[in-house]
């Protein structure tokens, strides 16, 4: 198995600063990491990422009312273990419901190889088509509005300018050339960040999965990245990592509480 390039303590702290910000999102950075989530992905705002002098009870009441400021009834934290100061005692002393947890993994980006079997195939995102099929994925795995013909464009726009700058990417992968599978990537100081796989229902267990990261990981090797990391569900992705040379490195868990 390949040697990680960083150490636990960079892992945890470039899987505390990853962050995501969709198209159309509002934001907020005081205290800790807020995200107003549009209506396609649900609504809701997210925190993370704590960085303050507050205590948490005041760090709390702060998202609350942001949340309430944005038009939003529901506020989900993701803890992490470099969280200053640690919210999750208040969130439960507050009655909040745990309702997710996700394991933080990493390795070495160039080894080991991944095994993908015959009949499955992966590819680069590069065409209004290939985006076009990447949204019938992500439409029922993620229970997401399909984009129309406008925002269908807007995010090739957004595919291929990650692209071309060596920033990021996006794998379709196939079974019998039917679109099954689909993951992003983000490469950010050395690190590949592994985001978004979903596979539809049907196709589960048959090795899309392991074909998107493994074209994840060779294309993130081409650009310079070393470390892979990547959030994976305890019950879904995570056994997969597991074999696939992936290091756990500790959990994250997401806390609700309505407004």
Known sequence: MGEIAHTRAEILRASAAWAWFPRGSEHQKKHL?????PARFGGGVRGSQVDSSSDPGAIIDHALERTRVWGESRFTFWTNASDSPDLEDELRRRGADHIDTVAVFARA??????????????EIVRTLEQVREVDSV??????????????LRTELD????????????????RIDGEPVSTGGCTIVDGFARLWGAA???????????RAVLAERLRASAERGATTALVKGRVTTSAPILRRAGFVHYGDERAFRLTV
Not at 138 to 151: F, H, I, K, R, S
């Open 33 to 37: 990491q807020l995200v107003g989530y």
């Open 199 to 209: 596979t539809l229902a049907h196709a589960r267990g048959r090795g899309a999965y």
């Open 109 to 122: 980006v160039d080894h080991p190889a991944i095994e993908v079997p015959p009949g499955v195939t992966a």
């Open 158 to 173: 957004e595919v291929t300018a990650a692209l071309d700058a060596g920033g990021g990417l996006r794998v379709l992968a």
């Open 138 to 151: 992500n439409v029922p795995v993620w229970e997401q509005t399909a984009l129309d013909d406008e925002g």
